[in-house]
Each structure stands twice: as C-alpha cells, then as structure tokens.
C-alpha cells in the first residue's frame, strides 16, 4: 500500500495516524522489492506484500510474508517493544473484520484472513522465544518449540534435573518464589544472550540459548503452579 492510498484512506492527523503512516512507509520498502499482482477486485497492479489496492483502495487477500515483513520491520531479535505494539496496534486497527462487517464477502474473507496473519506474527514477535525459534526457522536451524528438538548440552540437563529435585522439596511458598525469581533473573540474561548469538549469526548458540530459554521459562512456570498449590490453590 503507497503512502499516498494511505493518507486517501485515513486523514486523521492524530498520533495514531503518524503511527499508521509509519508503518506503511516501512511496508513500502518491502512491496518494492516484491512480485506485482492483480487487485481482484479492479485488476489494477499491486504489490504482493499490499495491504489494500493502491488503484481502487480495496482490501486484499492475506499472502505469504514473514512476520517481520507483515509489521513492516526487519529481519532482527532486537525488536522494541513499545514500537512493535504501535505498529501492530495501527495496523489492527485498518484490518479488523468489525470495519468490513457491511462489505462484501471476498472483502470480509480478506479482512479475517489479513487480521489473523497479523494476530501470528505479533504473538510470535513479542515473545522472545517464539521470535528467537521463528528466527532460527527462517534460517533453517532446528527449533526449540520443534517436537523432536533435543536437549544435547549436559550441563542444561544436569541442571534441569538439579532444579526439579529441587522444586519438588520445597515445602514453603517461600523457598518455591526465590526459585521463580532466579529462573526469571537467568531467563533476562539467557535473552540477552541471544541478541548477542543473534548479531554475530551464531545460529548454533542462538539454538543452544533458545532451547535454555525454553527450559527457564517452563521451571518458572512449573514453580508458580507449585506456589499456588502449597498456598492452597487449585
């Protein structure tokens, strides 16, 4: 979608339309570089990546893009976070099937399919490990949230064993909590980590650090099921 379309379908000259604008001057970036397609609806030429038709302004189907790309960003594991919402906040906001509702069906099947597109990569983007596995995918390394992917490193796993045994004796929701607290404090370091392994495209380190991520993330959760039951929680 141009920046001109853009500006047509939206004039409010408030802060969330300098967002909007935005965010579609960074699609633009990508749509250049993308094979033309027909609008369905005027035929008229429009860029793969395109939101809506820069001809007739019509919605278009949902296509193949990286969540990266969907959200007009680049390829990187350092995402801000304020500026991830925004985007996607922006872009809902175009999207969302509720602005459709008294359109045709093409245009509602093509709203629901384009704000569900959009609902994957900002769930998959704003975790960090959901966006360190995507990463890894599109390089096509294994996954940490692949099923068959393997814990290989001894000292995680002796590690893992260690803290279980340890969560498993914990007889008071206090000794439970500073459990969650180190694991909260080592899975901060651990994503540090990995933009570190991810600027220097150590894809194996990133693999190691994700699958360590994972592994912190389900203790703490583990551990505050725990705390909850020695609380006398369901």
């Not at 590690?159 to 080592?186: K, T, Y």
Request: neutral net charge.
């Amino acid at each position: 979608m141009s920046v001109a379309v853009a500006a047509k379908v939206s004039r409010r000259r408030d802060g969330f339309y300098v967002i909007f604008m935005s965010v579609m001057a960074n699609r633009t970036d990508f749509e250049a570089n993308e094979a033309v397609t027909a609008c369905w609806s005027c035929k008229g030429p429009v860029p793969a990546g395109a939101l809506f038709c820069g001809t007739c302004a019509t919605i278009q189907p949902s296509r193949p893009l990286d969540h990266f790309a969907r959200l007009g960003l680049r390829q990187s594991f350092d995402l801000e976070e304020t500026d991830l919402q925004q985007r996607y906040f922006a872009l809902q906001a175009r999207l969302h099937p509720d602005r459709f509702a008294n359109r045709s069906a093409a245009e509602r099947a093509a709203s629901l399919a384009q704000a569900t597109d959009l609902n994957e990569a900002y769930r998959t983007l704003r975790d960090p490990l959901l966006r360190a596995a995507y990463l890894l995918s599109l390089a096509g390394a294994e996954s940490p949230t692949d099923s068959f992917a393997t814990v290989e490193n001894p000292e995680l796993l002796m590690e893992s064993l260690e803290r279980r045994e340890e969560l498993a004796a914990a007889e008071s929701p206090g000794a439970v909590q500073a459990m969650i607290d180190a694991a909260e404090r080592d899975a901060v370091k651990c994503v540090s980590s990995l933009s570190a392994a991810f600027a220097a495209n150590d894809l194996a380190a990133a693999s190691r650090l994700a699958i360590r991520l994972k592994y912190l993330e389900k203790l703490a959760e583990e551990a505050r099921a725990r705390v909850a039951r020695l609380r006398g929680g369901p």
